[in-house]
Structure formats: structure tokens, C-alpha cells
């Protein structure tokens, strides 16, 4: 079991950046697979980038691809993701989730997750 917890988010104006991070605590998060998820309100959470075990691999949903980059450090047991040219389309609770298997996978199939850590974008 590993236990998550996100930091990083805040206020930002459009064109800014802000740097998402969290923290995993348990055992073996080297062999998890990581994923950032993110939910705006009224709408469903969604998956926006994924990272394999090694971070050799990484995935991103076509609207964060180019701004955002994920990241991971195993000795750390940290994830992080960099965003870049954020945009009031952007704004939404953002979640980091674990699994054990394939990192493209779906809401649904990942199985431990953090509290969520708010984003807000000004145009």
C-alpha cells in the first residue's frame, strides 16, 4: 500500500508555470506506476500524464501535451509534474495516483490516491 500526498498548487495568471509534487510513503514505490489526474468542476477526473515504474515512459492527454512534463524519483519517492503555459482551461483539483501495472490505464483502475491539491488560473 502507499500512501500520497500532493503540494505545489495555487494561484497563477495565464502564461505562468507552476510545479505539482507528491509525495508517496510505503513500501516499494518503485514499482508503481504514477499518474496525474486532474478534475474542473462539474466535469469528470481525467487523466493527464502517466509515468512507468522506471520513468523510461510517460504518457500525456493531447491538451497538456508540449506544457506539461512528468517526472519521478524513485530514491525520493516523489512525482512530480511541471506545468508551463498554463491557461484558465487548466484550472482544476489536482490528484496523483498509484497503481501497480501498466501506467496507461484508466480512472478506474488506479488504486491509491492523494487528496487533491487546487489550481487556479486568471486570465
Known amino acids: 500500500q502507499v500512501q500520497l500526498v500532493e503540494s505545489g498548487g495555487g494561484f497563477v495568471q495565464a502564461g505562468g508555470s507552476l510545479r505539482l509534487s507528491c509525495a508517496a510513503s510505503?513500501?516499494?514505490?518503485?514499482?508503481?506506476?504514477m499518474g496525474w489526474f486532474r478534475q474542473a468542476p462539474g466535469k469528470e477526473r481525467e487523466l493527464i500524464a502517466s509515468?512507468?515504474?522506471?520513468?523510461?515512459?510517460?504518457w500525456y492527454t493531447d491538451s497538456v501535451k508540449g506544457r506539461f512534463t512528468i517526472s519521478r524519483d524513485n530514491a525520493q519517492n516523489t512525482v512530480d509534474m511541471l506545468m508551463n503555459s498554463l491557461n484558465p482551461e487548466d484550472t482544476a483539483v489536482y490528484y496523483c495516483?498509484?497503481?501497480?501495472?501498466?501506467?496507461?490505464?484508466?480512472?478506474?483502475?488506479?488504486?491509491?490516491w492523494g487528496q487533491g491539491t487546487p489550481v487556479t488560473v486568471s486570465s
Open positions: 495516483a498509484a497503481r501497480r501495472g501498466n501506467f496507461r490505464a484508466s480512472t478506474a483502475e488506479y488504486d491509491y
Open positions: 509515468i512507468n515504474w522506471s520513468g523510461a515512459f510517460t
Open positions: 510505503g513500501r516499494a514505490f518503485s514499482t508503481y506506476s
